[in-house]
């Protein structure tokens, strides 16, 4: 009997590893929003604002001076972002221009935007959109742009960043990043506080208490030292600037919304509409978030929090909260509307609004998509003025645009030599361009004590308690005595005596033509 032989069968190859899935390095989103910077500098670099020239004046005096104060010479402690002021300074070392410094600093805020939503986007919402719809709306924004040479945009990058390191399960490091906040204006102590709050959220509440304990020591190792530096050199353990821009006997409606009508819906209505929509979106995002989680838990028990994932509902209600709180802390001091400190409602509304797009089923996201890409079509539309690059921002409440400042700035040494002159009212570019002694409440500390002194009288028991403390190293110095002053004539108001020189400038918002004149100081 023959045998049969066996056929035996090869083993299959091995299957091959699965490929690892290629996501997108965070360096990559850190890079679009330093094209994004680039392109807005492009486009704002002859729009800054008057106040974005006072954090220029104080830079440049601390690069070519070692100096703290707006005007060579003359301490002062007016200066309310003393992060804003180092970095632009380093941009002005780096660069010698303002174009530059201005640059470096918003590629440095939109790189730090990019990255941190990108690893939001890894654990709440996976994929490009969240990074890259966050920066289109924050780019587009006609409020936020208006801001660029400030601090707003390096604030957001800020509390993105803290909102990542919380979600991360980080507390120590959202933490120090929330003293970093303190140091971009310390009112950004209250977004930081809200997002930490609702993103750190452990199972255990000893956990919980531990890491809030952490975080406020790092804050406090972080903000600290700068604070008080400038309690014993400057005289005020916070900028003078609070007091300026704070009335607690505005009456029963807070000034913040009081005076908006007059300075911004008024004059920009369509700007105010554009930014409002982003505004009333997020509220209602937030509102929807926090119904489906209310509704959720009636029918199961929460789920567990980890670091690993977050609900895209908790950042959406988050980042809307925190710039809602920061607007209901400011009303609370009966802040003056200024544009900038809407930015913390402006751009956390932004951010909620890129974080439930992301979220979002694949249909619906793509229609969103598209009606978000027109949005900021017809936001950057209506951000600037004057063409390309812009001449003013839109919603900039200064009495004439930068250049014209400019222009009498760099006149003004051969008109008056070397002796002090008083500003009109706006200080930041004139003296920029005219590198002398420019005197009032900003650049001078006796300027500014009556102004002190004025929102002391205004205070109650605990106010007055608390500013005498802030006040205790406060110098007593001579009220400076300029010999010229700048004055602003409009419409039909009588021509002051003794004219010097008159320049004719343009109103932003309305074309109006107005007169600057130079008059001896009376």
Known sequence: MVPTQRSVTAPAPP?????????????????????????????????????????????????????????????????????????????????????????????????????????????????????????????????????????????????????????????????????VAVLVRPDYAVPALVLLLVLWRPPLLRTRLRGLLRAGAAAVVVALPWHLWAWYELGGFVPDTFSFKTNPAAGHLPSIIAEFDALYWSRTPVAVAVVGITVVAAWVLAA?????????????????????????????????????????????????????????????????????????????????????????????????????????????????????????GHELPALVGDVSVAPPGEIGAITWGCRCDMVDQFSARADARPLLDHRYDLGGHLSRAVLRLNWRHRPDVAAPRPAYRLRYVRGADPTPAGVLHTWWVTSPQTGSPFRIVLVPAV
């Open 15 to 179: 299957a091959p590893p699965p490929r690892p899935v290629r996501r997108a390095s965070t360096w990559l989103y850190a890079g679009v929003g330093v094209l994004v910077a680039a392109a807005l500098t492009a486009l704002a670099r002859g729009a800054l604002g008057d106040d974005s020239y006072i954090s220029l004046d104080y830079a440049r005096t601390l690069v070519e001076h070692g100096q703290w104060g707006l005007v060579p010479g003359r301490t002062a402690n007016t200066a309310t972002s003393p992060l804003n002021v180092w970095l632009l300074a380093a941009g002005l070392g780096l660069t010698g221009t303002v174009t530059g410094a201005v640059g470096l600093v918003l590629a440095l805020a939109f790189a730090v935007i990019g990255a941190a939503t990108h690893c939001l986007a890894r654990v709440a919402a996976p994929g490009p959109v969240l990074p890259l719809a966050a920066m289109a709306l924050l780019a587009t924004s006609p409020l936020l742009v208006s801001t660029i040479g400030l601090e707003t945009y390096l604030g957001v990058a800020v509390v993105v960043a803290l909102a990542a390191t919380a979600v991360a399960g980080r507390p120590g490091a959202a933490g120090a990043l929330g003293g």
């Open 288 to 408: 929807l978030a926090v119904a489906a989680r209310l509704r959720a838990a009636r029918t199961a028990w929460p789920r567990p929090w980890s670091p690993g994932r977050t609900a895209p509902g908790r950042l959406v209600v988050a980042f809307a909260a925190s710039g809602t709180v920061h607007l209901a802390a400011l009303m609370a001091i009966n802040a003056y509307p200024q544009a900038w400190y809407y930015g913390p409602l402006v751009a956390g509304s932004a951010l909620a609004v890129a974080v439930a797009l992301a979220a979002g089923p694949r249909r619906v996201r793509t229609l969103a998509g598209w009606g978000t890409a027109a949005y900021c079509a017809v936001a950057l539309a209506v951000a600037g003025q004057g063409g390309l690059p812009w001449t003013a921002a839109d919603m900039n409440s200064n009495f004439t645009d930068p250049a014209a400042y400019l222009r009498i």
